[in-house]
């Protein structure tokens, strides 16, 4: 999927395939390779029938036969499911095999960890379960054993000013520089006399300081900004005892916007009440020698809880391909909330389905039969790729699997 994202596609059935795996990306969270190696094994074996003299109508027949037939085939290729959503040990058996695709050797490990983080947020009705709800967050050092889940939102750096925890409170999210508003081009100011000079900044400093105060009123606790925060503005926010948190990212954000409920302000002023968000803890700790900032929500029936995965690693590409992997893990568990059964994997399922396609297209009369039986074929790319990517002898795997079929 990064390869494609990157790729300059201009043929109209090339972007088509790049289209059909970003939309399996955005459903699923993975398989995407598998949708571009199939349906690139599809459209050969239909140049083939092309060659051989099969109208395309005919194709398109035997394809869409085959198909219907394969979807109500894997329905009884199912050898287990998930009994419990709620049990680490059952996500875990699913979940092994998805992250071992991307990070082969520390599945166990890292299998656990999605389960936890996916465990502390599951609602009481799975299916409401949302992906964005498990957070990670990269920190360089250590080894991947020191990774952690950590309840609530984490952010990779600690309040700015001199409060450093919070709780009950109400949090107001701006997304406007917190100071004194400057004109856009140069400004000149004609000051007369010392006492014109003195009262200047007084004026600029008695404006903040009441913008400050109607922020306390307010009964706001915890700021959240987009953008930067004034040292004068800082000084007023430490002396009404306001957390101050800057979180540069839009896209941290808007998440962090849906786990307090709060509204982003364009302007410094009082928020609403309905714009104002409300958090359980606000806390500072340090993971291996970085102080963050945590985000909690204590209530156990709150959508908006959060979990974050802490991962720790020596490199950041080394994290960043770890980062993956729990993507993909986290997505399969949304897949598994609306659908638990689980087929046999390595392409076993795919050499079965070869077997009983090819079957039905003994049995099935006229010219699709070509194409039912090509639709066939297309399956054995995936153990083939799989053999070849393994370093094996692709044919003498292909054989011994239908031997064993």
Do not use: W
């Not at 006399?193 to 004026?203: I, S, Y």
């Amino acid at each position: 999927a990064t390869i494609l994202r990157e790729l300059d596609v201009v043929h109209p059935a090339a972007k088509l395939l790049v289209m059909a795996s970003q939309q399996q990306d955005a459903e699923m969270g993975d398989g995407t390779n598998l949708v571009i190696v199939l349906a690139g094994e599809l459209l050969k074996k239909a140049e083939e029938l092309i060659r051989m003299g099969l109208k395309t109508s005919d194709i398109v027949s035997g394809y869409e036969k085959a198909q219907n037939f394969a979807m109500a085939t894997l329905e009884e290729l199912e050898v287990d499911r998930l009994q419990d959503m709620r049990s680490a040990t059952e996500l875990s058996k699913a979940l092994r095999t998805v992250v071992a695709s991307k990070q082969s050797g520390t599945e166990d490990t890292l299998a656990a960890l999605v389960a936890e983080a996916v465990l502390a947020v599951l609602p009481q009705n799975p299916l409401n379960f949302n992906v964005d709800n498990v957070r990670v967050v990269k920190i360089m050092g250590g080894s991947l054993e020191q990774s952690k889940v950590v309840k609530g939102m984490v952010f990779g750096r600690e309040p700015d000013g001199v409060i450093k925890k919070a709780s009950r409170a109400k949090v107001g999210v701006f997304s406007c520089p917190i100071d004194i508003s400057q004109t856009e081009t140069k400004g000149t100011v004609l000051l007369k006399n010392a006492q014109e000079m003195m009262d200047f900044t007084k004026g600029e400093e008695s404006r903040l300081e009441a913008a400050i105060k109607e922020l306390y009123d307010s009964g706001l606790r915890v700021l959240v900004a987009g953008s930067t925060v004034g040292d004068l503005a800082m000084h007023y926010l430490n002396r009404f005892n306001i957390l101050v948190v800057k979180v540069l990212s839009k896209f941290e954000l808007r998440r962090l916007c849906r786990v307090v409920g709060a509204t982003p302000l364009a302007r410094l002023g009082a928020p609403m009440p309905d714009e104002m968000g409300q958090i359980d803890v606000v806390e500072t700790t340090e993971i291996g020698g970085d102080r963050v900032t945590v985000f909690r929500q204590e209530d156990v029936n709150a959508v908006t809880r959060t979990a974050t995965i802490v991962l720790r690693g020596a490199t950041q590409n080394h994290l960043e391909d770890v980062e993956r992997a729990i993507d993909d893990g986290v997505n399969a568990v949304k897949a598994i909330t609306k659908d638990p059964r689980l087929v046999p994997g390595a392409g076993a399922t795919e050499i079965q389905l070869v077997e009983r396609i090819s079957n039905f297209a003994d049995r099935t009369p006229g010219l699709p039969q070509h194409a039912i039986r090509k639709y066939a074929e297309a399956f054995e790319v995936i153990p083939r790729t799989l053999a070849e990517s393994a370093g094996l002898d692709a044919t003498e795997v292909l054989s011994r699997l239908y031997t064993a079929h």
